[in-house]
């Protein structure tokens, strides 16, 4: 049995990460980002995790996820407890690591077709 890897042009896949920014399909961003299989957004005020609010919880169970991973990174940085809560409150998971590991780990759940949302940090 052959397993081919679907790459189907009209879900997002993580091609790239660094210090100067994400790369999702073919579009290289320079700044932080929501990213769904299917949505991206764009978070250029966003910086360092000090700078997570409200808001950023708010915008992130619009894509109505199971899952919501936070890429702080080049070193995993926890977030404000109360940041964290917000998701395990309206039965959202939730995982913080540094920013190339939510990278793979995205990859993985949106081959998987799970309902995963992530908040890319650059750095």
């Not at 997002?12 to 980002?33: C, M, Q, S, V």
């Not at 899952?67 to 977030?79: E, H, I, K, N, S």
Request: aromatic share 8%; net charge negative.
């Amino acid at each position: 049995m052959r397993f081919i890897q679907d790459l189907s042009s009209n879900v997002n896949f993580i091609r790239g990460y660094g210090a100067t920014g994400i790369k999702i399909n073919d579009e290289w961003l320079p700044h932080a980002i929501m990213v769904t299989a299917t949505a991206i957004r764009p978070e250029p005020t966003l910086i360092a995790v000090d700078d997570l609010s409200p808001e950023h919880v708010t915008r992130l169970l619009e894509f109505e996820p199971e899952l919501v991973l936070l890429g702080t990174g080049a070193r995993q940085v926890f977030p404000p407890p109360a940041f964290g809560a917000a998701f395990l409150q309206a039965g959202v998971g939730f995982e913080v690591m540094d920013t190339g590991a939510a990278c793979r780990t995205f990859n993985v759940l949106v081959s998987e077709h799970r309902r995963v949302a992530a908040l890319l940090l650059v750095g």
